[in-house]
């Protein structure tokens, strides 16, 4: 096992020319219930989960309206508010759960200000740090979607903008709208397919926010070899080998239990070796 770490070892990333946080970040998806629906199972390990990751130096917390849905935003506030001066908090609208395992996009600008309405008073804020667009709904221009951001950017209760989910054509759309400052799609060692555009953020400063960023950790053979040289577990490893991908990625790891949250930030503190990272790369 790699010595703990604090999460100020993986270095800090500037969003949005104004928002400087360190380089592992924390997903606060899963301190809700089973399936991402309803209450945790324990409410005060969820709190306390929240509590830890800030004392391992996190402070980059992302969360959505539709974590719950409500519920994640709602213990966030609980947890920390009031906020660390340098606790940035990112949230997502544009899902919403009609049920259990259901998540279906709602991209009209009447629903997102809604939905950013709602966030600002679960988290207890005047101004979202930063506010990304959960999915592009296909039966909504992205313009118009975006558009109501902007809006809300204007009057003060969003300060930064930024988009989820989207292809890199849905990125140049986007950006004739408005400066979009981060990129959050699914990206780890086992799945690709945004290679893209994270070449596309490290060119244009964009924070790429790779979400599912330690899943499938165990299939990669260079993964365990590497597990097995620093005396790590594989998702330590494919944390690692995020950070080393490019300096404009910002993981953002979830979990329910302190325990483990320490256990993803030590991952902070394992350097791979250009050969390691072209191993774990190439074995995908």
Known sequence: MASPANATTAGSIEIGGDLVVRRLGFGAMRITGPGIWGEPPDEGQAKATLRRVVDLGVNFIDTADSYGPEVSERLIAEALHPYADDLVIATKGGLVRPGPGRWEPDGRPEHLREACEGSLRR????????????????????????????????????????????????????????????????????????????????????????????????????????????????????????????????????TGSPEHAETNVAAAAIELSPDEVAAITGAA
């Open 123 to 254: 988290l207890r804020l005047d101004q979202i740090p930063l506010y990304q667009f959960h999915r592009p709904d296909p039966r909504i221009p992205l313009a118009d979607s975006l558009g109501a951001l902007v809006q809300l950017k204007d009057e003060g209760k969003i300060r930064h903008i930024g988009v989820s989910n989207v292809s890199a054509a849905q990125l140049r759309a986007a950006q004739q709208v408005t400066p979009v400052v981060s990129v959050q799609n699914r990206y780890n060692a086992a799945d690709r397919k945004s290679e893209q555009l994270v070449d596309v953020c490290e060119l244009e400063q964009i924070a790429f926010l790779p979400w599912a960023p330690i899943q499938q950790a165990d299939g990669n053979p260079a993964v365990t070899e590497s597990a097995r040289r620093h005396g790590a577990s594989p998702r330590q490893i494919v944390l690692a080998w995020l950070l080393a991908r490019s300096p404009q990625m910002l993981p953002i790891p979830g």
